[in-house]
C-alpha cells in the first residue's frame, strides 16, 4: 500500500505565483487534512475534509484553498505566494470519527523567493 | 488553544528513561501520540482516551490524566532509535477528528 502520497517533494516558486500540492491516499479514508510545519515548531492545521464536497478551514487558513472531488485526492492551492508561505506542508488522512490516528505523508518542502 | 508540552528538550544515555508530558486547558477527548524523525514524516505511536493508560510499541506507553487534562509518555531503556521529536495532539469532543499540536519534545539518545 502507497498509504498518503504527497508531490512534489520539493519546490521553489517567486513571490505572487501560485502553486497547487497534491496528495492522494489509497486507503478509503473519508478524513483528511493539511498541515503545515515551520522550522522547530509543531503542526499547524490549514484546512480539513471529512468527505468528497466536504470541506472547513483550520487554524491558519489564510492564502490557502482547498478541494475535495474524490475520497482520494485533496489539493493544497497557494494563491499569490508570499515568503511567510515558505514550510513543510503535510497531508494526512484517519479513518471516520474519533481515535483515530492520523497516516501522513513524507510532506513538501516548499520555498518562496 | 495549544498544549504545552514540556520539557522542550532532552537529551540521554542509551538505556535511561524519559518522561514526556502534554497538558491542556481545555477538556479533552483523547490524546494522540506522534514521533518525527529528523527530515521524515510524523509517526503515530498511540491513542489514550479518557480513563485510559495504554501500552504502545517498544517500550513507549502513556497514561491520560482527564481530570487534570495532562498526558504522559513514557519511554523505558531507551534505545537509539527512540531519538526524534514527539508531539502530543490533542482531540476534543467539539472539534470532530481535528487534533491541535503540541510544539514538540525534541529527544536525542546517545551511546
Known amino acids: 500500500n502507497a498509504g498518503v502520497t504527497q508531490t512534489p517533494k520539493f519546490h521553489i516558486l517567486k513571490i505572487g505565483q501560485s502553486m497547487t500540492l497534491q496528495c492522494t491516499q489509497d486507503?478509503?479514508?473519508?478524513?483528511m487534512y493539511w498541515y503545515r510545519q515551520d522550522p522547530g515548531m509543531g503542526l499547524k492545521l490549514i484546512y480539513y475534509?471529512?468527505?468528497?464536497?466536504?470541506?472547513d478551514k483550520g487554524e491558519v487558513p489564510n492564502g490557502y484553498n482547498v478541494s475535495r472531488s474524490t475520497t482520494e485526492d485533496f489539493p493544497l492551492r497557494l494563491e499569490l505566494a508570499a515568503p511567510s508561505q515558505t514550510s513543510v506542508y503535510f497531508c494526512?488522512?484517519?479513518?471516520?470519527?474519533?481515535?483515530?490516528?492520523?497516516?501522513f505523508g513524507d510532506g513538501t518542502r516548499l520555498s518562496i523567493l | 488553544q495549544q498544549p504545552v508540552q514540556s520539557p522542550q528538550a532532552v537529551i540521554l544515555r542509551e538505556g535511561e528513561d524519559a518522561v514526556i508530558n502534554c497538558s491542556s486547558s481545555?477538556?479533552?477527548?483523547?490524546v494522540h501520540w506522534y514521533r518525527q524523525k529528523h527530515g521524515e514524516a510524523p509517526v503515530f505511536l498511540m491513542i489514550?482516551?479518557?480513563?485510559?493508560e495504554q501500552k504502545g510499541h517498544e517500550k513507549i506507553s502513556a497514561s491520560f490524566n482527564e481530570k487534570k487534562q495532562q498526558s504522559s509518555l513514557y519511554l523505558t531503556a531507551s534505545q537509539l532509535s527512540y531519538s526524534g521529536t514527539y508531539f502530543c495532539?490533542?482531540?476534543?469532543?467539539?472539534?470532530?477528528?481535528?487534533?491541535?499540536f503540541g510544539e514538540g519534545t525534541q529527544l536525542t539518545v546517545n551511546p
Open positions: 494526512a488522512s484517519s479513518r471516520d470519527s474519533y481515535n483515530q490516528p492520523q497516516h
Open positions: 486507503m478509503n479514508h473519508n478524513y
Open positions: 475534509s471529512v468527505g468528497a464536497g466536504i470541506t
Open positions: 481545555k477538556a479533552l477527548y483523547s
Open positions: 489514550l482516551l479518557k480513563g485510559g
Open positions: 495532539g490533542t482531540e476534543r469532543k467539539t472539534s470532530g477528528s481535528r487534533l491541535t
